[in-house]
């Protein structure tokens, strides 16, 4: 199953024409251009989250203002960090730091208390929201995931998820009440299998 999964993607990415994203790892290896390199990119824009403190380079700017600290070739303008927490830290500084300490321990709180609901398909539903949250802040720290309109709005969705999860709705009425009822005895019209076979 493996097989055909990993088979299936690779299909799958060239019949769409992804085949340049299969094979982006070894054209970045092998280029001469070595803005590429990830590590390159964050130790400069540590620099400018440095330079820039305490409220940042401004929304949009690290294309500005990663030049000046750029100790490479520059053939290729960068324009993010590939690490969408060092770009809040360097586009809005001690603000962005802030705020975005906030929101991840809103989602985190969020998941979890949409995680403890009754409901057992709504409990379901949020842990597969948290989990899919999770993934895209993972990969936020390798890439600019999160300024990709597409993950953007999934993200949202998935975050929409997890705040209807909370709310009450009609069935967590008729739930409780029927767990205060306790089990109910059958229907006086209702046979039981075995008396039903004793009797013919």
Known sequence: LAALLIAGIVVGSIFVGGESTLTRIAETTASGDVTTDRSHIWSVTTKVIVNSMPLGAGLGALGAAYTPFDTYSGLARVEQAHNDYLQVAADAGVVGIIIGLFFLFWLFRQGMNSAAVANSYRRGV??????????????SIFDFVLHIT???????????????????????????????????????????IGAAKRST
């Open 126 to 139: 949020a842990i597969g929201a948290v989990v899919g949250c999770f993934a895209v802040l993972v990969h």
């Open 150 to 192: 597409a993950v953007t709005v999934m993200f949202i969705t998935l975050m929409t998820l997890l705040v209807a999860c909370r709310q009450s709705y009609d069935d967590d009425v008729a739930n409780a009440e029927a767990k205060k009822r306790g089990p109910q005895p059958p229907p006086a019209n209702l046979t039981p």
